[in-house]
């Protein structure tokens, strides 16, 4: 249990409640049969004296016994061994000439006392005090308030653990959470707004896919339409603007596409080993390279990724690091389960975690065609859905992206 938890300190708040009222009534049972001791003892000290006096008068038995019932007490003269044998002894006091005991036997009281007159033992007729037993009926009752008290609170609070689960399961992406409910308490209200607002951004979340969806849908085949019409042109300097333009259209929905494809298999990633070079060998088809342009330096392991979503993330750093470099190339190593992209360039402007926010450039981007400020955006999120790292230095006039592997297969 987290020890910094409500239910943690309502349940520690309990045990301190239940062992102080439990200290406290032992406590007050202890004085009290102290208290009946003494009373005990004051008694049958008396009687002890009384019946002394009486046999040291030479008085009958028939008087003696009449004081002592007197007394509230009586003679015992069967099963007096066993009664001996099987008391508790309460109080045991030396007298002047013998000793006396206060002796409880299934619920009754018995003065075993001698002297020089003899051996006696008596038993005691009076009611026995029942303080103890109102004692006991307390600490229950009080006890079972306190146990009551407590399942009443956690049941009460315990909404808040599926408000909670409800809440994890947001923060991992899933939003077809239900946590609506019919009671009217304050942690049931902020379950159901809670609620609202779940089911409102998966409403705002669906018309943003439809959205992309539909932009993409309709740029692509004017897009594609406007590019065969362009080559149909002669050479101009109008022709070399309309296809600068047509191609930054074409850029900006193949990185809608992006976003949309990374966002949306989050919770659907194909996790397979393969090859690197595989890997590589797609980047280059899709970037209409040649295998001049890179310098590789990798190892034969595997990586175990989502191929496509790793693909985009690659093609994102290779054709950033050959944008960039000022000797139009880019050295890709791979070893100890890290991947480097590496070229010779000017550091970033801003720091680092700027440019994994979505839309940031730096200013010499301003006038690059197709640079829409999402590609460092993009691979932060798909080393992140893959749980790798990516992280940024600049070292010896160099940019260095390193993609960090956990789960790289030996």
Same mark, same amino acid.
């Given at each position: 249990?987290?020890?910094?938890?409500?239910?943690?300190?309502?349940?520690?708040?309990?045990?301190?409640?239940?062992?102080?009222?439990?200290?406290?009534?032992?406590?007050?049972?202890?004085?009290?049969? %102290?208290?009946?001791?003494?009373?005990?003892?004051?008694?049958?000290?008396?009687?002890? =004296?009384?019946?002394?006096?009486?046999?040291?008068?030479? =008085?009958?038995?028939?008087?003696?016994?009449?004081?002592?019932?007197?007394?509230?007490?009586?003679?015992?003269?069967?099963?007096?061994?066993?009664?001996?044998?099987?008391?508790?002894?309460?109080?045991?006091?030396?007298?002047?000439?013998?000793?006396?005991?206060?002796?409880?036997?299934?619920?009754?009281?018995?003065?075993?006392?001698?002297?020089?007159?003899?051996?006696?033992?008596?038993?005691?007729?009076?009611?026995?005090?029942?303080?103890?037993?109102?004692?006991?009926?307390?600490?229950?009752?009080?006890?079972?308030?306190?146990? $009551?008290?407590?399942?009443?609170?956690?049941?009460?609070?315990?909404?808040?653990?599926?408000?909670?689960?409800?809440?994890?399961?947001?923060?991992?992406?899933?939003?077809?959470?239900?946590?609506?409910?019919?009671?009217?308490?304050?942690?049931?209200?902020?379950?159901?707004?809670?609620?609202?607002?779940?089911?409102?951004?998966?409403?705002?979340?669906?018309?943003?896919?439809?959205?992309?969806?539909?932009?993409?849908?309709?740029?692509?085949?004017?897009?594609?339409?406007?590019?065969?019409?362009?080559?149909?042109?002669?050479?101009?300097?109008?022709?070399?603007?309309?296809?600068?333009?047509?191609?930054?259209?074409?850029?900006?929905?193949?990185?809608?596409?992006?976003?949309?494809?990374?966002?949306?298999?989050?919770?659907?990633?194909?996790?397979?080993?393969?090859?690197?070079?595989?890997?590589?060998?797609?980047?280059?088809?899709?970037?209409?390279?040649?295998?001049?342009?890179?310098?590789?330096?990798?190892?034969?392991?595997?990586?175990?990724?989502?191929?496509?979503?790793? $693909?985009?993330?690659?093609?994102?750093?290779?054709?950033?690091?050959?944008?960039?470099?000022?000797?139009?190339?880019?050295?890709?190593?791979?070893? %100890?389960?890290?991947?480097?992209?590496?070229?010779?360039?000017?550091?970033?402007?801003?720091?680092?975690?700027?440019?994994?926010?979505?839309?940031?450039?730096?200013?010499?981007?301003?006038?690059?065609?197709?640079?829409?400020?999402?590609?460092?955006?993009?691979?932060?999120?798909?080393?992140? $859905?893959?749980?790798?790292?990516?992280?940024?230095?600049?070292?010896?006039?160099?940019?260095?992206?390193?993609?960090?592997?956990?789960?790289?297969?030996?």
């Amino acid at each position: 249990m987290n020890k910094n938890s409500i239910f943690f300190g309502i349940t520690i708040a309990f045990l301190i409640s239940l062992v102080s009222i439990s200290v406290l009534f032992f406590t007050l049972l202890k004085m009290d049969h %102290n208290l009946i001791v003494e009373e005990l003892f004051d008694r049958y000290y008396m009687t002890v =004296r009384v019946t002394s006096h009486a046999i040291d008068n030479s =008085r009958s038995q028939s008087e003696i016994n009449k004081l002592i019932a007197n007394l509230k007490m009586e003679l015992v003269d069967s099963n007096r061994q066993s009664i001996l044998k099987d008391s508790e002894i309460l109080l045991k006091k030396k007298l002047l000439q013998g000793y006396l005991k206060i002796l409880q036997h299934q619920s009754t009281h018995y003065l075993d006392f001698a002297n020089i007159n003899g051996h006696f033992l008596l038993r005691d007729l009076l009611p026995r005090n029942k303080k103890k037993t109102y004692f006991w009926l307390i600490y229950f009752i009080a006890s079972f308030i306190l146990v $009551v008290t407590y399942i009443f609170i956690i049941k009460r609070l315990y909404p808040l653990k599926s408000l909670e689960r409800a809440i994890q399961r947001y923060g991992e992406g899933d939003l077809d959470i239900d946590c609506s409910t019919h009671k009217k308490d304050e942690i049931s209200h902020l379950a159901n707004e809670f609620d609202k607002a779940i089911k409102k951004i998966k409403t705002l979340t669906d018309k943003r896919t439809v959205f992309l969806r539909n932009i993409m849908h309709e740029l692509k085949t004017p897009v594609t339409k406007g590019k065969l019409a362009v080559e149909l042109i002669e050479p101009s300097q109008h022709k070399d603007l309309l296809r600068n333009v047509l191609t930054r259209i074409d850029t900006l929905a193949n990185e809608f596409a992006s976003i949309d494809k990374s966002t949306s298999q989050k919770d659907e990633l194909n996790i397979r080993p393969y090859r690197f070079q595989d890997i590589i060998d797609h980047v280059m088809d899709i970037l209409y390279m040649s295998r001049e342009e890179i310098q590789l330096d990798v190892d034969d392991r595997d990586v175990l990724v989502d191929f496509e979503l790793f $693909v985009l993330a690659v093609k994102n750093l290779v054709d950033n690091g050959l944008k960039y470099a000022k000797d139009g190339e880019i050295l890709i190593t791979k070893e %100890n389960g890290c991947i480097k992209f590496i070229n010779h360039g000017e550091s970033l402007e801003r720091p680092f975690k700027e440019y994994l926010k979505p839309f940031v450039k730096g200013s010499k981007d301003s006038g690059n065609n197709g640079s829409m400020g999402l590609g460092l955006y993009l691979v932060h999120y798909i080393t992140d $859905v893959h749980k790798f790292s990516f992280d940024y230095k600049y070292q010896n006039g160099q940019n260095i992206f390193t993609i960090g592997l956990n789960n790289t297969p030996t």
